[in-house]
């Protein structure tokens, strides 16, 4: 009788202790940051791409993607390389058009290759703005590649906002490897 108390005791101190600790809030993001940077205008529940199934297992950085090269440096996923945004930007860099550059001249040579633009983001802000602002930017990559000679046919687009991360940290040297646009279904 006396163990039994003391596993109730425990079962309720720990239950105690999780009631009061709880899942953190992400901070919020004004959509009206969105609305001065996107690509596209206003963000609705139009923009808003449907959610893919979550990745099981995370990828986490690899030493070929911290490469002294820094950001842009292609992965052993496929030929073309990621790019990078600012925080809460649809807006191409220079160094992203750069990276761009060297996809589309890839594209060219390829011409039977067909490619899906994956847009994503941090964890910082709420799903479904994060899957808008995905979107945008998977759009702003799709458009600069058409504008550079790359048909449209050959492009999809898709977002998945936060819910596929490529760093698992909490802090700006993580999630500045999360704001991309990714590559997929490339071959030569």
């Not at 009788?1 to 005791?9: D, I, Q, S, V």
């Not at 990078?84 to 160094?95: G, N, S």
């Not at 590649?145 to 802090?171: N, Q």
């Amino acid at each position: 009788m006396k163990r039994w108390c003391l596993h109730l005791r425990a079962a309720a101190i720990i239950g105690a202790v999780l009631l009061l600790v709880g899942c953190a809030k992400k901070p919020g993001v004004q959509t009206g940051e969105l609305e001065a940077t996107a690509p596209e205008g206003k963000m609705g529940e139009e923009t808003v791409a449907k959610r893919a199934p979550i990745q099981e297992t995370p990828v986490t950085p690899g030493p070929g993607v911290r490469a002294e090269g820094g950001l842009g440096t292609a992965t052993k996923e496929g030929p073309l390389k990621d790019v990078f945004f600012d925080f809460d930007k649809a807006i191409l860099t220079d160094e992203a058009k750069k990276t761009l550059g060297d996809n589309i001249t890839w594209l060219k040579a390829n011409p039977a290759a067909r490619i899906t633009v994956e847009g994503h983001c941090d964890e910082r802000g709420t799903n479904e703005y994060n899957l808008g602002l995905g979107e945008h930017r998977a759009k702003a990559i799709r458009d600069y590649l058409v504008a550079g000679g790359i048909d449209a046919k050959r492009i999809a687009t898709i977002s998945y906002g936060e819910e596929r991360p490529f760093a698992l940290g909490h802090d700006e040297s993580d999630w500045k490897w999360n704001r991309r646009g990714h590559f997929a279904g490339a071959s030569r």
